[in-house]
Protein backbone atom coordinates (compact mmCIF):
# COMPACT_ATOMS: atom_id res chain seq x y z
CA UNK A 1 0.00 0.00 0.00
CA UNK A 2 2.53 2.41 0.66
CA UNK A 3 4.57 1.87 -2.80
CA UNK A 4 1.15 2.63 -4.50
CA UNK A 5 0.65 5.91 -2.29
CA UNK A 6 4.15 6.89 -2.86
CA UNK A 7 3.99 6.58 -6.63
CA UNK A 8 0.23 8.24 -6.85
CA UNK A 9 2.24 11.16 -5.54
CA UNK A 10 4.68 11.08 -7.31
CA UNK A 11 2.58 10.89 -10.77
CA UNK A 12 0.64 13.87 -9.23
CA UNK A 13 3.45 16.14 -8.56
CA UNK A 14 4.56 15.00 -12.18
CA UNK A 15 1.73 15.97 -13.69
CA UNK A 16 1.15 19.43 -11.64
CA UNK A 17 4.60 20.25 -12.66
CA UNK A 18 3.99 19.06 -16.48
CA UNK A 19 0.66 21.11 -16.32
CA UNK A 20 2.60 24.46 -14.84
CA UNK A 21 5.61 23.64 -17.68
CA UNK A 22 2.93 24.08 -20.31
CA UNK A 23 1.33 27.27 -18.97
CA UNK A 24 4.70 28.83 -18.69
CA UNK A 25 5.18 28.12 -22.09
CA UNK A 26 2.11 29.14 -23.20
CA UNK A 27 2.77 32.48 -21.25
CA UNK A 28 5.92 32.74 -23.12
CA UNK A 29 9.06 35.10 -21.78
CA UNK A 30 8.09 38.73 -21.01
CA UNK A 31 11.70 41.07 -21.25
CA UNK A 32 10.82 44.83 -21.14
CA UNK A 33 12.05 47.71 -19.29
CA UNK A 34 11.37 51.22 -19.56
CA UNK A 35 13.69 54.88 -19.04
CA UNK A 36 13.39 58.65 -19.23
CA UNK A 37 14.36 60.10 -22.49
CA UNK A 38 16.15 62.75 -20.74
CA UNK A 39 18.49 62.41 -18.20
CA UNK A 40 19.36 66.04 -17.87
CA UNK A 41 16.95 69.14 -18.56
CA UNK A 42 18.35 72.88 -18.75
CA UNK A 43 15.77 75.34 -17.25
CA UNK A 44 15.40 78.75 -16.67
CA UNK A 45 13.82 79.74 -12.93
CA UNK A 46 10.00 79.76 -14.01
CA UNK A 47 10.16 76.67 -16.66
CA UNK A 48 7.61 74.08 -16.14
CA UNK A 49 9.34 70.73 -17.22
CA UNK A 50 7.37 67.83 -18.67
CA UNK A 51 9.19 64.57 -17.96
CA UNK A 52 8.58 62.39 -21.06
CA UNK A 53 9.77 58.16 -21.26
CA UNK A 54 9.67 55.38 -22.97
CA UNK A 55 8.56 51.55 -22.28
CA UNK A 56 10.34 49.09 -24.80
CA UNK A 57 9.26 45.14 -25.26
CA UNK A 58 12.42 43.78 -25.81
CA UNK A 59 12.97 41.69 -29.25
CA UNK A 60 13.27 38.82 -26.99
CA UNK A 61 10.59 38.23 -25.37
CA UNK A 62 7.87 35.92 -26.62
CA UNK A 63 4.93 38.04 -25.70
CA UNK A 64 3.49 40.99 -25.49
CA UNK A 65 3.34 43.53 -23.12
CA UNK A 66 -0.43 44.06 -22.69
CA UNK A 67 -2.03 46.40 -20.17
CA UNK A 68 -3.66 44.35 -17.20
CA UNK A 69 -6.32 45.32 -14.29
CA UNK A 70 -3.63 46.58 -11.90
CA UNK A 71 -0.84 49.02 -12.40
CA UNK A 72 1.64 50.51 -9.97
CA UNK A 73 4.29 53.65 -10.27
CA UNK A 74 5.93 55.72 -8.23
CA UNK A 75 8.66 57.72 -7.22
CA UNK A 76 11.52 56.62 -5.06
CA UNK A 77 11.22 58.35 -1.80
CA UNK A 78 14.81 58.42 -0.75
CA UNK A 79 16.23 61.68 -2.45
CA UNK A 80 15.62 64.87 -1.29
CA UNK A 81 12.66 66.56 -2.45
CA UNK A 82 13.54 69.12 -5.11
CA UNK A 83 11.76 72.63 -4.80
CA UNK A 84 8.88 71.35 -7.82
CA UNK A 85 5.76 70.03 -7.02
CA UNK A 86 5.31 66.84 -9.65
CA UNK A 87 2.13 65.61 -11.16
CA UNK A 88 1.85 62.00 -12.96
CA UNK A 89 1.13 62.27 -16.12
CA UNK A 90 0.14 65.00 -18.69
CA UNK A 91 -1.99 66.91 -16.90
CA UNK A 92 -3.62 66.75 -12.95
CA UNK A 93 -6.00 63.96 -12.17
CA UNK A 94 -5.20 59.76 -11.73
CA UNK A 95 -6.94 59.25 -15.39
CA UNK A 96 -4.55 61.28 -17.48
CA UNK A 97 -1.78 59.07 -16.49
CA UNK A 98 -3.20 55.58 -16.66
CA UNK A 99 -5.50 56.78 -20.26
CA UNK A 100 -1.94 56.46 -22.09
CA UNK A 101 -2.04 53.08 -21.72
CA UNK A 102 -5.42 51.93 -22.01
CA UNK A 103 -4.52 50.12 -25.20
CA UNK A 104 -1.38 49.07 -24.19
CA UNK A 105 -0.34 46.04 -26.55
CA UNK A 106 3.52 45.90 -27.59
CA UNK A 107 4.62 43.21 -29.56
CA UNK A 108 8.10 42.14 -28.76
CA UNK A 109 10.58 45.14 -30.16
CA UNK A 110 8.13 47.74 -30.22
CA UNK A 111 8.03 50.46 -27.72
CA UNK A 112 5.66 53.50 -26.24
CA UNK A 113 6.65 57.03 -25.39
CA UNK A 114 4.58 58.37 -22.74
CA UNK A 115 4.31 61.40 -19.93
CA UNK A 116 5.38 60.75 -16.95
CA UNK A 117 4.44 63.73 -15.28
CA UNK A 118 5.57 67.74 -14.95
CA UNK A 119 7.15 69.61 -12.62
CA UNK A 120 5.83 72.89 -11.53
CA UNK A 121 8.56 75.51 -9.52
CA UNK A 122 7.09 75.85 -5.89
CA UNK A 123 6.18 79.54 -5.37
CA UNK A 124 6.30 80.15 -9.19
CA UNK A 125 10.31 80.47 -9.41
CA UNK A 126 13.81 78.26 -8.46
CA UNK A 127 16.59 78.95 -7.29
CA UNK A 128 19.31 78.11 -9.97
CA UNK A 129 21.22 75.30 -8.85
CA UNK A 130 21.02 71.43 -10.13
CA UNK A 131 18.33 69.23 -8.85
CA UNK A 132 18.35 65.30 -8.55
CA UNK A 133 15.12 63.22 -9.07
CA UNK A 134 15.88 59.77 -7.77
CA UNK A 135 14.45 56.73 -10.40
CA UNK A 136 11.04 55.64 -10.81
CA UNK A 137 9.07 52.47 -10.78
CA UNK A 138 6.35 51.10 -13.12
CA UNK A 139 4.53 47.71 -12.89
CA UNK A 140 1.72 45.95 -15.37
CA UNK A 141 -0.58 43.56 -13.81
CA UNK A 142 1.52 40.45 -13.16
CA UNK A 143 4.86 41.40 -15.10
CA UNK A 144 7.74 42.04 -12.70
CA UNK A 145 8.62 45.96 -11.53
CA UNK A 146 10.51 47.35 -13.60
CA UNK A 147 12.85 50.96 -12.33
CA UNK A 148 14.29 53.58 -14.14
CA UNK A 149 17.55 56.02 -13.47
CA UNK A 150 16.97 59.16 -12.36
CA UNK A 151 17.22 62.04 -13.72
CA UNK A 152 18.57 66.44 -13.18
CA UNK A 153 16.93 69.29 -13.48
CA UNK A 154 20.03 72.24 -14.16
CA UNK A 155 18.30 75.62 -13.71
CA UNK A 156 20.13 78.50 -15.31
CA UNK A 157 19.26 81.98 -13.80
CA UNK A 158 17.53 84.34 -16.52
CA UNK A 159 19.86 86.91 -17.67
CA UNK A 160 18.83 90.24 -15.87
CA UNK A 161 16.38 92.70 -17.86
CA UNK A 162 19.75 95.38 -16.91
CA UNK A 163 21.76 93.32 -18.98
CA UNK A 164 19.49 92.63 -21.67
CA UNK A 165 18.90 96.95 -22.37
CA UNK A 166 22.72 97.51 -22.38
CA UNK A 167 23.05 95.00 -25.27
CA UNK A 168 19.94 96.03 -27.36
CA UNK A 169 20.78 99.71 -26.81
CA UNK A 170 25.10 99.04 -28.01
CA UNK A 171 23.49 97.01 -31.11
CA UNK A 172 21.56 99.95 -31.98
CA UNK A 173 24.11 102.76 -31.63
CA UNK A 174 27.13 101.00 -33.05
CA UNK A 175 24.49 100.59 -36.57
CA UNK A 176 25.26 103.31 -39.21
CA UNK A 177 22.95 105.98 -39.06
CA UNK A 178 20.69 106.73 -42.05
CA UNK A 179 22.06 110.34 -42.27
CA UNK A 180 25.76 109.03 -43.09
CA UNK A 181 24.60 106.35 -45.44
CA UNK A 182 26.16 106.88 -49.23
CA UNK A 183 23.31 108.39 -51.52
CA UNK A 184 23.28 106.39 -54.48
CA UNK A 185 24.84 109.03 -57.27
CA UNK A 186 22.35 109.73 -59.87
CA UNK A 187 23.40 108.31 -63.65
CA UNK A 188 25.54 111.07 -65.57
CA UNK A 189 24.68 111.31 -69.21
CA UNK A 190 27.17 112.82 -71.39
CA UNK A 191 26.41 113.89 -74.42
CA UNK A 192 27.40 111.92 -77.71
CA UNK A 193 30.17 113.38 -79.50
CA UNK A 194 29.67 113.34 -83.47
CA UNK A 195 32.03 111.68 -85.74
CA UNK A 196 34.44 113.29 -87.17
Not at 9 to 30: E, K, P, R, W
Not at 140 to 163: I, L, M, N, R
Request: glycine letters at 8%; hydrophobic letters at 35%; charged letters at 15%.
Amino acid sequence: MKTRSVTIITLSAGALFFCSAINLAAQGTLNWHWDFNQTLYSVNPIDVIYVHATIVNDPSSSTDLTHGSMMSWGIDPSYSQPPYQFVFGPSPGLHPFLDQFDNLDLAPGQSLQFVWGYLTPIGGSVAPDTYHFGPGSLSFDSSSTEYSSGFDVHVVPEPASTSLLVVGLGCWFTRKPKWHRDKPRALELKPLREPK
